[in-house]
């Protein structure tokens, strides 16, 4: 069974720090996505990486794949109130043809003013 | 391009009542996905659904619930004879018919019901 686990759970920061969130399995996954679900609203999708060992940036945040596609990780550069959501990494599976993801728990971030 | 809407936005009912639920996918989805959140938590699959077809109910409770996707209008997820553990924030995702392998679903802003 494949699985995600997303740590921390919780991280509460002051504004201005930084901080790195997990995503790590022990299965391949040929994809993963990070989303982020702010109070009251659906996940948001922030963004889909595919190869092994890429790294991208969105603004403060950058985003990195692991060299074996099992683990990702979320680093936001000098936080901001408006980073707080719960942070969600997803997968596809990869046996068979369902689309059904595989998700994470989340993380949930809070950033203090 | 209108994103995933989803009706009601809040949802009263009584025990013993039903409650129906409405996904509206991005223009040109043809997969349809229903989750449910209780608050602080994560998101848990119930269905996916592609037109007319049930891909895969697996997380979808045996009693009570149902959910279609008709060949015209929105997908529905009924709830019938709800109850009070039924309360939750209930998100419906689509995603596009292709050939890539990521699967990428976008998120109505999700029916908030509460039994009372």
């Known amino acids: 069974t494949q699985l995600l686990e997303q740590s921390p759970q919780f991280l509460s920061i002051q504004e201005g720090e930084n901080l790195t969130v997990y995503c790590n399995s022990s299965?391949?996954?040929?994809?993963l996505q990070w989303y982020r679900q702010e109070p009251g609203e659906g996940p948001v999708l922030l963004v889909t990486?595919?190869?092994g060992g890429e790294v991208k940036k969105l603004k403060r945040l950058t985003f990195q794949f692991g060299d074996a596609r099992k683990d990702s990780s979320l680093h936001i550069t000098a936080a901001q109130p408006g980073d707080t959501g719960l942070y969600l990494c997803?997968?596809?599976?990869?046996?068979?043809?369902?689309?059904?993801?595989?998700w994470g728990l989340g993380t949930s971030l809070a950033v203090n003013p | 391009n209108a994103g995933v809407m989803q009706n009601p936005r809040h949802l009263v009912r009584r025990r013993g009542q039903e409650a129906r639920l409405r996904c509206s996918p991005m223009?040109?989805?043809?997969?349809v996905y229903w989750y449910r959140q209780l608050p602080e938590e994560g998101l848990k699959f119930m269905v996916y659904?592609?037109?007319?077809?049930?891909?895969?109910e697996s997380g979808m409770p045996k009693e009570r619930f149902s959910a279609e996707f008709p060949k015209e209008g929105p997908s529905i997820l009924r709830i019938q004879q709800v109850v009070r553990g039924d309360s939750a924030a209930y998100f419906c995702?689509?995603?596009?018919?292709?050939?890539?392998?990521?699967?990428?679903?976008?998120f109505g802003p999700g029916t908030r019901l509460t039994v009372t």
């Open positions: 223009k040109g989805h043809s997969h």
């Open positions: 995702a689509s995603s596009p018919l292709g050939t890539g392998s990521s699967y990428e679903q976008y």
């Open positions: 659904l592609q037109k007319e077809n049930i891909i895969d």
């Open positions: 997803a997968g596809p599976p990869n046996a068979g043809n369902n689309r059904k993801l595989i």
């Open positions: 990486v595919v190869t």
């Open positions: 299965s391949v996954f040929s994809s």
